[in-house]
């Protein structure tokens, strides 16, 4: 029988025995990574000037989930492209809440602010409502595109 460099002796034995052991491994590993998937359910909240469809970067945003009275709050930044990600948990609705920035006719101002359910957000992506342009972003799966326009002085300082 020829010796190979890394097993020795090559046998056919040996490598039947190894077979079934590296797909069992394999089989697992690639089970573990689907779920990682199916159950991580990242979504994104992407802000765009609602007049230009500029991304707007390092614009600072709360992401608020759950019910009021069991509230976890994100502080995040956007990204150069917009975006800012998040893990809702087992949380069902999440509220955003840009600083510096107005929704573009999503809800008046001085409004409670709106819910969004994470589950139509995975499933098929939502854009809010857009009165500051004809600007109509097709909705992306895992993304709510949130169309917003800089506060005036007077809604700085209103809260």
């Known amino acids: 029988m020829p010796k190979t460099p890394f097993t020795g002796w090559a046998d056919n034995t040996d490598m039947h025995k190894l077979r079934p052991g590296v797909r069992s491994c394999t ?24 007049k230009t469809g500029k991304p707007l970067s390092k614009v ?4 608020i989930l759950g019910d009021p009275k069991h509230q976890h709050a994100f502080d995040l930044k956007t990204d ?48 809010t409502a857009n009165d500051c342009g004809h600007l109509a972003p097709e909705p992306i799966r895992g993304q709510l ?13 209103r809260n």
């Open 145 to 157: 595109t949130y169309l917003v326009r800089p506060a005036t002085w007077t809604e700085l300082f």
């Open 60 to 63: 600072r945003v709360y992401i």
């Open 80 to 127: 150069r492209d917009g975006n800012v990600r998040f893990d809702p948990s087992e949380e069902k609705t999440f509220q955003v809440r840009p600083i510096g920035e107005v929704a573009c006719g999503e809800q008046p101002i001085g409004a409670p602010d709106r819910d969004y359910s994470v589950d139509e957000v995975v499933q098929s992506g939502l854009v």
């Open 27 to 50: 089989a697992f590993l690639l089970g573990c990574a689907l779920c990682n998937v199916a159950f991580a359910q990242s979504i994104a909240v992407r802000l765009l000037n609602g």
